[in-house]
């Protein structure tokens, strides 16, 4: 059931982000991150990219794409993701604004060899996720009220329960983690 809500609102956000970016400036570019998740072993990099736009002075959206892997229990387990994420952008000023969102991560489980007379085997599953946080965003041309680019800076929690399956170790493994976006977005 929460499901088929996330899929009508989904749609719903995506209609209203065509209509508007017709009449006001929509952005496109790349995203880099820097994540950690609480158990895995160690920090990482993600690669991605988003799309953002102002629908009020006070209100935005934004629609990012990335590609993350992380490994948990000392490199025995690897995950690879693909989070697809719709987040509100709240401005209580230009600059400053307050993040809120959804995300849907399709997921793969990849056990090492040695732990597969264990019981785990490889499998992929799709989990949905939820995030807040604040950033900053900034023009990066002489025209701060009409910019062509611009710089976004954002740090992120995300709540993400991954069911791991049994192995030593792994039935108290939080996989929630903390995201420092950078990104450079061009106007469409």
């Known amino acids: 059931m929460c499901k088929k809500y996330f899929w009508i609102g989904f749609i719903l956000l995506g209609t209203s982000i065509f209509v508007k970016a017709q009449s006001s400036a929509a ?40 590609y993350r892997q992380e490994q948990y229990n000392n490199g025995y387990v690897t995950v690879t993701s693909w989070p697809v994420m719709v987040t509100a952008l709240l401005y209580p000023v230009d600059f400053l604004y307050g993040a809120i969102g959804v995300g ?30 604040a950033g900053v965003q900034f023009p990066l041309s002489a025209n701060a009220e009409n910019p062509n680019t611009i710089l976004t800076a954002d740090l992120r929690y995300v709540y993400l329960n991954y069911d791991f399956q049994k192995m030593p170790g792994a039935s108290d493994l939080k996989s929630d983690f903390v995201v420092l976006n950078i990104g450079l977005l061009f106007r469409l």
Do not use: C
């Open 27 to 66: 952005f496109l570019g790349p995203q880099v991150g820097w994540y950690k998740a609480a158990d895995a072993d160690n920090s990482k990099f993600m690669i991605g990219g988003a799309f953002r736009t102002k629908l009020s002075p006070g209100f935005g959206l934004e629609g990012s794409i990335n």
């Open 104 to 133: 849907w991560y399709n997921t793969a489980f990849n056990y090492k060899s040695s732990l597969l007379y264990l019981g785990p085997t490889d499998q992929t599953e799709q989990k949905f996720g939820w995030h807040f946080g």
